[in-house]
Nanobody, 124 residues
Framework: QVQLVESGGGLVQAGGSLRLSCVAS????????MGWYRQAPGKQRELVAT???????NYVDSVSGRFTISRDNAQNTVYLQMNSLKPEDTAVYFC??????????????????WGQGTQVTVSS
């Protein structure tokens, strides 16, 4: 069974920084794309940033230049460094990892896994 565990959320003043981490555990072959999403109260979950297995990154416009996504393949971990935080960044942040496992048949199968979510609150 695969599990993602997030850490690093909290309360910070506007202009401050936080670093989120998400580590995958369990039995699997590799991790393809990784990403971070967030959901503010009363709003839909939105994509924040993604990183491919090769290290290519993409960001939603609202965080570009302030947030940095990175990954440590040896530690099965994805990070989100958040700088210059704004009150509108307040949300529950979820990590997402596309993990490849070998099935009993011998075939490979990619599944989408989510972390439990971590609250980020930015005060003005």
């Amino acid at each position: 069974q695969v599990q993602l565990v997030e850490s690093g959320g909290g309360l910070v003043q506007a202009g401050g920084s936080l670093r989120l981490s998400c580590v995958a555990s369990g039995i699997f072959l590799r991790i393809n794309a990784m990403g971070w999403y967030r959901q503010a109260p009363g709003k839909q979950r939105e994509l924040v940033a993604t990183i491919t297995s090769g290290g290519t990154t993409n960001y939603v416009d609202s965080v570009s230049g302030r947030f940095t996504i990175s990954r440590d393949n040896a530690q099965n971990t994805v990070y989100l460094q958040m700088n210059s935080l704004k009150p509108e960044d307040t949300a529950v942040y979820f990590c997402n990892q596309r993990i490849v496992r070998r099935m009993k048949s011998g075939g490979l199968y990619e599944s989408n896994y989510w972390g439990q979510g971590t609250q980020v609150t930015v005060s003005s």
